[in-house]
């Protein structure tokens, strides 16, 4: 191992800050270094001990993240890494309370995700409970912290793009809460191992590509839980790796940067020089913090020593940041051994006594409800005498060491069941129950999607208006003069994907549009849908409005990590302190062949709960769904027919105004004997289908969903069992996927079970893929012949002697 001796950096790396002279900063960064490994140690502790379920731990870490926040500003951002405690009480965003209320999961107290999240994973709050935006610019900003590896550096893409965004358009920026002229970096942090992730590489291209303030810094310790570096990283260092996309003669590339973890005033220098550039100059930067160490090993779950040498122990105890620190500040006569040795006992102390008082206030609400459970259970056992299931629970109820809110709600719904076999009830426990799972609800399953004004379920709806002048013209046509209509009236839509720009996307809903608003506003990416979802998430984070396209629905695998992860899942894990009202333009159905003909409905309603799913049969429908989301807080999918831009529609006098609202659908025909229920593309098919049936004598109620997320929300298709009281639900997904959802939502949560006179029935693609050609596409996906021979299967049953 190389010597490790810090940088003889001094003064003159920091001569003042908010705490005075630089002995004073100095000092002050090393107390925050000690109560954040006293936290880390004591964190390990309360896991181990049962207090706390899991602990995802920053020591070792300490020194380069105090480094880090000096170069912090009002009005940056931080899209971290799992370990960033440090950051946190530098930037005097977090207490030691604060850390310890979240790894309780403390409901009340964690100011981070309101105990939704596990320890180490912040955010701070960017907009209001009634929807609208907080100022920026007053303070630090931290976007809510994933746990997926690497996830944080799609959305760095966007948080840092939104800079670039507000620069090049300074009426943005002007005056504004998000943004000082695009002043603002955006700071990443990374495990080493993480960065093997492809999101690594291509969240790196995309910043060297775009030019945009991204401070990428690298936490490297060596190891990815057990697996070393030459396992990881080609050339055993990321820095060396990266080489090529060092800065050239001509401004193209990135900033590389590397310092060792225990040398404190280096790191400082580094830090102040390296996003100084980024600042000024918009070059992104990595950062390779190389030396850290895990004095505790990489989390709570296991032990170090059984993968590392005991050389390599050795090494870490001898290289360990703040040991390194401490010597330094010594040697260089800023404080003596005496004091420092003060210092840390008085660090333990500070953090037992805030772990405590964390714990203390935790324990309130939960011992307040085990006592009236503890009242509620003496008194059962005291009218039920001689219940031996009662004398049973209440037993296993005093055995309980540190019960949390579960365990006393599960021990109360337990006794519940026991006394629903007796002929008394409890109105106490009742009561109880009932009032704690409301306030689960609040606290658990409240804002997935937003509750406030700006929902996209409360825009007004607003029908389109035709007249004798209203143009017959092609599907692209419309949403061409609707994104012509909304760039105008919005300068903070900003659109891009690839061939979306120059050509106007390869169907022609942009043409012509780049060149009207220009390449700042309409642009064209690489491909990379990974980061094309990032850029859209940090960009609706910041305040502009980002349409975000992907070429095909195909193609939506290769961003779904960021869109399963982070977009879906932002509301809902800050407890609605943050939000992306972000906007994906895809296409997918019929077409030809295996990679551009997809309809996998099923995994995104599945995999994207948190985002609304969109599936217009038409583009004026596409239209008006576009403007109810733009005018919404929520974000959302909008899946255009692939095989609709060139069949004729006709304009709306009152394109851009009007609204489709989500989770109503509407009833396309009328009929009494079957409800046909779809969307899309083949709803053209189904209606088709419904005039062939219709000379058999078969009249079908055919549904149009239009949106998948919300279904249904005011049963419009139980109301029509009711009549017809049979359904076939229709779709070109696997067979499962979302016609098996859409019957679960019809039939179990409306209740539309009890209308059926006959088996309800799905009718859908093939299980593989759709093949190529004409024919493939007839033999994989449901044909018209497929859908009028299913619905005379299902009348048949009716009346074997009228239809065959």
Same mark, same amino acid.
């Given at each position: 191992?190389?010597?490790?001796?810090?940088?003889?950096?001094?003064?003159?790396?920091?001569?003042?800050?908010?705490?005075?002279?630089?002995?004073?900063?100095?000092?002050?960064?090393?107390?925050?270094?000690?109560?954040?490994?006293?936290?880390?140690?004591?964190?390990?502790?309360?896991?181990?001990?049962?207090?706390?379920?899991?602990?995802?731990?920053?020591?070792?870490?300490? #020194?380069?993240?105090?480094?880090?926040?000096?170069?912090?500003?009002?009005?940056?951002?931080?899209?971290?890494?799992?370990?960033?405690?440090?950051?946190?009480?530098?930037? &005097?965003?977090?207490?030691?309370?604060?850390?310890?209320?979240?790894?309780?999961?403390?409901?009340?107290?964690?100011?981070?995700?309101?105990?939704?999240?596990?320890?180490?994973?912040?955010?701070?709050?960017?907009?209001?409970?009634?929807?609208?935006?907080?100022?920026?610019?007053?303070?630090?900003?931290?976007?809510?912290?994933?746990?997926?590896?690497?996830?944080?550096?799609?959305?760095?893409?966007?948080?840092?793009?939104?800079?670039?965004?507000?620069?090049?358009?300074?009426?943005?920026?002007?005056?504004?809460?998000?943004?000082?002229?695009?002043?603002? #970096?955006?700071?990443?942090?990374?495990?080493?191992?993480?960065?093997?992730?492809?999101?690594?590489?291509?969240?790196?291209?995309?910043?060297?590509?775009?030019? @945009?303030?991204?401070?990428?810094?690298?936490?490297?310790?060596?190891?990815?839980?057990?697996?070393?570096?030459?396992?990881?990283?080609?050339?055993?260092?990321?820095?060396?790796?990266?080489?090529?996309?060092?800065?050239?003669?001509?401004?193209?590339?990135?900033?590389?940067?590397?310092?060792?973890?225990?040398?404190?005033?280096?790191?400082?220098?580094?830090?102040?020089?390296?996003?100084?550039?980024?600042?000024?100059? !918009?070059?992104?930067?990595?950062?390779?913090i190389q030396e850290c160490t895990q004095p505790q090993g990489h989390s709570t779950s296991g032990s170090h020593e059984r993968y590392k040498s005991d050389k390599r122990m050795q090494w870490e105890h001898d290289a360990d940041c703040l040991k390194v620190m401490g010597q330094w500040i010594v040697d260089n006569h800023l404080a003596t051994e005496e004091e420092l040795s003060q210092l840390r006992e008085k660090s333990k102390h500070f953090v037992r006594d805030a772990?405590?008082?964390?714990?203390?206030?935790?324990?309130? =609400?939960?011992?307040?409800?085990?006592?009236?459970?503890?009242?509620?259970?003496?008194?059962?056992?005291?009218?039920?005498?001689?219940?031996?299931?009662?004398?049973?629970?209440?037993?296993?109820?005093?055995?309980?060491?540190?019960?949390?809110?579960?365990?006393?709600?599960?021990?109360?719904?337990?006794?519940?069941?026991?006394?629903?076999?007796?002929?008394?009830?409890?109105?106490?426990?009742?009561?109880?129950?009932?009032?704690?799972?409301?306030?689960?609800?609040?606290?658990?399953?409240?804002?997935?999607?937003?509750?406030?004004?700006?929902?996209?379920?409360?825009?007004?709806?607003?029908?389109?208006?035709?007249?004798?002048?209203?143009?017959?013209?092609?599907?692209?046509?419309?949403?061409?003069?609707?994104?012509?209509?909304?760039?105008?009236?919005?300068?903070?839509?900003?659109?891009?994907?690839?061939?979306?720009?120059?050509?106007?996307?390869?169907?022609?809903?942009?043409?012509?549009?780049?060149?009207?608003?220009?390449?700042?506003? #309409?642009?064209?990416?690489?491909?990379?849908?990974?980061?094309?979802?990032?850029?859209?998430?940090?960009?609706?984070?910041?305040?502009?409005?980002?349409?975000?396209?992907?070429?095909?629905?195909?193609?939506?695998?290769?961003?779904?990590?960021?869109?399963?992860?982070?977009?879906?899942?932002?509301?809902?894990?800050?407890?609605?302190?943050?939000?992306?009202?972000?906007?994906?333009?895809?296409?997918?159905?019929?077409?030809?062949?295996?990679?551009?003909?997809?309809? =996998?409905?099923?995994?995104?309603?599945?995999?994207?709960?948190?985002?609304?799913?969109?599936?217009?049969?038409?583009?004026?429908?596409?239209?008006?769904?576009?403007?109810?989301?733009? !005018?919404?807080?929520?974000? &959302?999918?909008?899946?255009?027919?692939?095989?609709?831009?060139?069949?004729?529609?006709?304009?709306? =006098?009152?394109?851009?105004?009007?609204?489709?609202?989500?989770?109503?659908?509407?009833?396309?025909?009328?009929?009494?004997? @079957?409800?046909? #229920?779809?969307?899309?593309?083949?709803?053209?098919?189904?209606?088709?289908?419904?005039?062939?049936?219709?000379?058999?004598?078969?009249?079908?109620?055919? @549904?149009?969903?239009?949106?998948?997320?919300?279904?249904?929300?005011?049963?419009?298709?139980?109301?029509?069992?009711?009549?017809?009281?049979?359904?076939?639900?229709?779709?070109?997904?696997?067979?499962?996927?979302?016609?098996?959802?859409?019957?679960?939502?019809?039939?179990?949560?409306?209740?539309?079970?009890?209308?059926?006179?006959?088996?309800?029935?799905?009718?859908?693609?093939?299980?593989?893929?759709?093949?190529?050609?004409?024919?493939?596409?007839?033999?994989?996906?449901?044909?018209?012949?497929?859908?009028?021979?299913?619905?005379?299967? @299902?009348?048949?049953?009716?009346?074997? &002697?009228?239809?065959?």
């Amino acid at each position: 191992m190389p010597e490790i001796k810090p940088s003889n950096s001094n003064s003159e790396t920091i001569t003042t800050t908010e705490h005075g002279n630089y002995r004073d900063t100095v000092m002050h960064d090393f107390w925050l270094c000690c109560i954040s490994r006293d936290a880390s140690l004591l964190g390990r502790k309360e896991v181990l001990t049962g207090k706390a379920k899991f602990g995802i731990l920053g020591d070792g870490k300490e #020194v380069p993240q105090v480094a880090l926040a000096h170069a912090f500003k009002k009005g940056d951002w931080r899209s971290g890494y799992y370990r960033d405690q440090t950051i946190m009480f530098a930037l &005097g965003l977090g207490t030691i309370e604060d850390y310890f209320a979240q790894l309780y999961a403390d409901v009340e107290n964690d100011p981070w995700s309101h105990g939704r999240q596990m320890n180490c994973h912040f955010a701070t709050r960017t907009v209001r409970d009634d929807g609208t935006w907080e100022n920026h610019m007053s303070g630090y900003n931290i976007s809510s912290d994933i746990s997926p590896t690497g996830g944080q550096m799609a959305r760095s893409v966007g948080l840092a793009l939104a800079s670039k965004i507000y620069k090049q358009i300074p009426s943005l920026g002007e005056n504004s809460h998000f943004s000082d002229s695009g002043n603002e #970096v955006c700071f990443c942090t990374i495990g080493d191992a993480s960065t093997s992730e492809g999101i690594f590489w291509e969240s790196v291209n995309a910043a060297a590509v775009l030019k @945009i303030p991204l401070a990428i810094s690298v936490w490297d310790d060596g190891y990815g839980i057990s697996v070393p570096v030459e396992l990881q990283t080609t050339k055993k260092s990321i820095s060396r790796a990266l080489e090529g996309f060092q800065l050239d003669e001509y401004g193209d590339g990135l900033l590389l940067f590397t310092c060792k973890a225990w040398d404190y005033p280096g790191l400082c220098a580094m830090y102040e020089r390296g996003i100084q550039m980024v600042r000024e100059k !918009h070059i992104p930067a990595v950062f390779h913090i190389q030396e850290c160490t895990q004095p505790q090993g990489h989390s709570t779950s296991g032990s170090h020593e059984r993968y590392k040498s005991d050389k390599r122990m050795q090494w870490e105890h001898d290289a360990d940041c703040l040991k390194v620190m401490g010597q330094w500040i010594v040697d260089n006569h800023l404080a003596t051994e005496e004091e420092l040795s003060q210092l840390r006992e008085k660090s333990k102390h500070f953090v037992r006594d805030a772990k405590n008082k964390a714990w203390s206030a935790y324990r309130v =609400q939960v011992d307040i409800l085990k006592d009236k459970l503890a009242e509620i259970l003496q008194s059962a056992k005291n009218t039920h005498e001689g219940n031996e299931e009662i004398h049973v629970l209440q037993l296993n109820f005093n055995s309980l060491l540190n019960p949390n809110r579960s365990d006393l709600i599960a021990m109360a719904r337990r006794l519940k069941l026991a006394l629903m076999k007796t002929t008394s009830g409890n109105a106490s426990l009742d009561n109880l129950i009932e009032s704690e799972m409301q306030l689960a609800d609040r606290d658990y399953h409240s804002h997935l999607y937003s509750e406030n004004s700006g929902s996209a379920l409360r825009i007004p709806v607003i029908a389109p208006v035709y007249n004798n002048s209203s143009e017959t013209v092609n599907g692209y046509q419309i949403l061409n003069a609707f994104f012509d209509k909304v760039l105008q009236e919005h300068p903070n839509i900003i659109a891009f994907g690839e061939d979306l720009g120059k050509i106007g996307d390869v169907n022609q809903g942009f043409a012509g549009l780049q060149e009207k608003y220009g390449d700042k506003r #309409v642009f064209d990416t690489g491909i990379r849908e990974w980061t094309i979802m990032g850029q859209a998430i940090g960009m609706a984070m910041r305040g502009l409005r980002p349409v975000a396209e992907l070429q095909y629905l195909d193609y939506l695998v290769y961003g779904l990590t960021a869109l399963t992860d982070d977009l879906a899942t932002l509301r809902h894990r800050t407890a609605g302190m943050q939000q992306a009202p972000a906007i994906i333009r895809t296409r997918g159905h019929r077409l030809e062949g295996i990679w551009h003909s997809g309809s =996998q409905m099923g995994m995104v309603v599945h995999a994207l709960r948190g985002i609304y799913i969109c599936v217009p049969r038409n583009m004026v429908q596409a239209a008006g769904m576009y403007r109810t989301l733009l !005018h919404s807080n929520d974000p &959302g999918i909008v899946v255009e027919c692939l095989n609709g831009y060139r069949l004729k529609e006709t304009m709306p =006098q009152n394109m851009g105004v009007y609204t489709v609202p989500l989770g109503l659908p509407e009833i396309l025909r009328a009929g009494d004997d @079957i409800t046909i #229920v779809s969307y899309g593309s083949i709803l053209r098919l189904a209606s088709e289908a419904a005039e062939l049936l219709a000379v058999w004598g078969i009249e079908v109620e055919l @549904i149009d969903v239009q949106t998948l997320l919300p279904f249904d929300l005011e049963s419009v298709i139980c109301y029509s069992l009711q009549k017809t009281n049979r359904v076939l639900f229709l779709d070109e997904d696997v067979p499962g996927g979302a016609t098996a959802y859409m019957m679960r939502e019809t039939l179990e949560v409306q209740g539309g079970y009890r209308y059926l006179d006959s088996a309800p029935h799905t009718l859908s693609g093939a299980a593989h893929r759709p093949l190529y050609g004409s024919d493939g596409d007839y033999f994989s996906k449901p044909s018209l012949e497929d859908i009028v021979e299913k619905v005379l299967s @299902i009348m048949h049953e009716v009346d074997p &002697g009228r239809w065959p």
